[in-house]
């Protein structure tokens, strides 16, 4: 049995991933974290994960930090990058496994998942889809086959997201430019506005979308002169989210310090 932590419980992910955990027969919720002046602090997580067997009720009230002697093996978080870099810090402190979901983190915050790592398993994820993990070896694979293709890549989310690109976009765009030898922070282009000017063959352009309730759709284009390849996934729900960072939870629990890849998770 894993034993888990939610942390962003009260979040659009964290409340499926509740959910999730506790209605998997491998998976047991030892405590749900939010931030300490969340209103729901103090409530039953009924209160936040109602989709849940009757016959696996749950004691756990949310909390905005976990009790001293708590024993668990792998926290969850899916919250804001400032949050994120505490998290794997308490759970380096702890001897707990971390999976994180946030994007967005700068690199200084990615240094600071890198020392945690260096304690106990870290796994870091753009995107917890299996479709969209193999979306990523597609466009490599795409890339890499079409030398000298234009290369677009469109994202579009939630109203409520607050990075932009969104670290699957970007991961569409690392695949891309390593398959073809180029370097990423040299050839991107975020947007167009103006006269830019002709596009060059280098570019991978990356544009970011942001609408009603759109949970993730992610388009990437290989284009020349006389025809275009195209290659999109869409995220009905969050499921295709939250039952990754479970299904990550239990793989990693128990792997020796360092840091973890969703594609090791999924053998691809």
């Known amino acids: 049995m894993t034993r888990i932590v939610v942390s962003g419980a009260a979040g659009r992910m964290g409340r499926r991933i509740l959910e999730l955990v506790q209605g998997d027969a491998e998976t047991t919720l030892v405590a749900a974290l939010e931030a300490e002046s969340h ?4 409530q039953p997580v009924a209160a936040l994960a109602a989709d849940v067997p009757a016959d696996k009720p749950s004691d756990v009230r949310v909390a905005s930090a976990p009790d001293a002697g708590l024993a668990a093996d792998v926290i969850i978080d899916f ?30 915050q990615k240094q600071r998942l890198a020392a945690a790592a260096s304690k106990v398993a870290v796994l870091t994820a753009p995107n ?11 466009v490599a694979e795409a890339a890499r086959r079409l030398p000298g293709y234009d290369i677009e890549i469109v994202e579009s989310h939630h109203r409520f997201k607050k990075d932009a690109p969104s670290g699957s ?4 765009a690392e695949r891309a430019a390593e398959a073809t030898g180029r370097d990423l922070s040299k050839t991107a282009v975020y947007g167009r506005h103006g006269l830019p000017g002709e596009r060059t063959t280098p570019e991978i352009g990356i544009h970011a979308i942001r609408r009603g309730d759109v949970v993730g759709e992610h388009t990437v284009t290989l284009t020349t002169l006389g025809e275009t390849l195209e290659l999109t996934h869409r995220a009905h729900s969050r499921d295709a989210f939250a039952r990754g960072a479970v299904h990550a939870a239990k793989w990693l629990a128990g792997k020796p310090a360092g840091q973890y890849t969703f594609e090791q998770v999924l053998g691809i």
Request: aromatic share 6%; proline share 4%.
């Open 39 to 42: 209103p729901l602090v103090g």
């Open 169 to 172: 976009a970007l991961r569409l």
């Open 128 to 138: 917890f889809s299996l479709g969209m993990n193999v979306l990523f070896q597609l």
């Open 79 to 108: 919250s804001v990058p400032e949050q994120s870099v505490k998290v794997a810090a308490l759970a380096a402190e702890r001897g707990w496994a971390v999976v994180v979901g946030t994007t967005g983190l700068d690199a200084a």
